[in-house]
């Protein structure tokens, strides 16, 4: 079973930043591509961005482009999500999850999912 587990949120001012990083364990860190999505009240899980299993190739939705960046790092298995320009629009818990082959932008598409972790935006 594969064990995903994130840290780095917290509160932050409008325009700062803030580093989420995700743990990954259980299985061969190697063989997933890995997603950012996030879940706000009252909306569905939404994809912020994703990394090849290899990190050659990254993925992000229109409004985070140019602000975040994904990256992994598979000698020590995590896989971070480095968020600039925060906006209050930001504001809701991020997940990591883990794909075995190709990335998808459908969260259902997922097979495993960390614990979350809050982040907030303030104006």
């Known amino acids: 079973q594969v064990q995903l587990v994130e840290s780095g949120g917290g509160l932050v001012q409008a325009g700062g930043s803030l580093r989420l990083a995700c743990a990954f364990s259980g299985r061969t860190f190697t063989r997933y591509a890995m997603g950012w999505f996030r879940q706000a009240p009252g909306n569905e899980r939404e994809f912020r961005a994703a990394?090849?299993?290899?990190?050659?190739?990254?993925y992000y939705t229109n409004s985070v482009r140019g602000r975040f960046t994904i990256s992994r790092d598979n000698a020590n298995n995590t896989v971070y999500l480095e968020m600039n320009s925060l906006t209050p629009e930001d504001t809701a818990v991020y997940y990591c999850a883990a794909i075995a082959g190709y990335y998808s932008e459908n969260y259902r598409s997922y097979r495993y999912w960390g614990q979350g972790t809050q982040v907030t935006v303030s104006s």
């Open positions: 990394v090849s299993a290899s990190g050659s190739s990254t």
